[in-house]
């Protein structure tokens, strides 16, 4: 059983940044971590969730949205089974559970929450 376990967020101050980690284990018949794209969501209290941040498999192609664009960077480390999300110049608009993707098996982590606040 796929499992994605998320870490790294925590209360900031706007401007401040973190890093996001995101490790997915579990993969079974000749599939492992190196196979598969992987995406960073968020969802803010009321609102919908939505995509954040985007990294290929092999050649590390890398998609945002608007909104965080030259702030945040999406990074990963196939040997450590990881995904990282350096997130820098925060604003309280970024305040939001943050949840971490596995594209193809289509599996969530449980979430980390980003508190952008003074």
């Known amino acids: 059983q796929i499992r994605v376990v998320e870490s790294g967020g925590g209360l900031v101050q706007p401007g401040g940044s973190l890093r996001l980690s995101c490790v997915a284990d579990?993969?079974?018949?000749?599939?492992?971590?190196?196979?598969?794209?992987m995406s960073w969501y968020r969802q803010a209290p009321g609102k919908e969730r939505e995509f954040v941040a985007s990294?290929?498999?092999?050649?590390?192609?890398?998609k945002y949205t608007d909104s965080v664009k030259g702030r945040f960077t999406i990074s990963r480390d196939n040997a450590r089974s990881s995904v990282y999300l350096q997130m820098d110049r925060l604003v309280p608009e970024d305040t939001a559970m943050y949840y971490c993707?596995?594209?193809?098996?289509?599996?969530w982590g449980q979430g980390t929450q980003v508190t952008v606040s003074s």
């Open positions: 993707y596995v594209q193809g098996p289509a599996v």
């Open positions: 990294i290929t498999n092999v050649y590390l192609t890398t």
């Open positions: 579990g993969f079974t018949h000749g599939y492992t971590f190196r196979h598969y794209d």
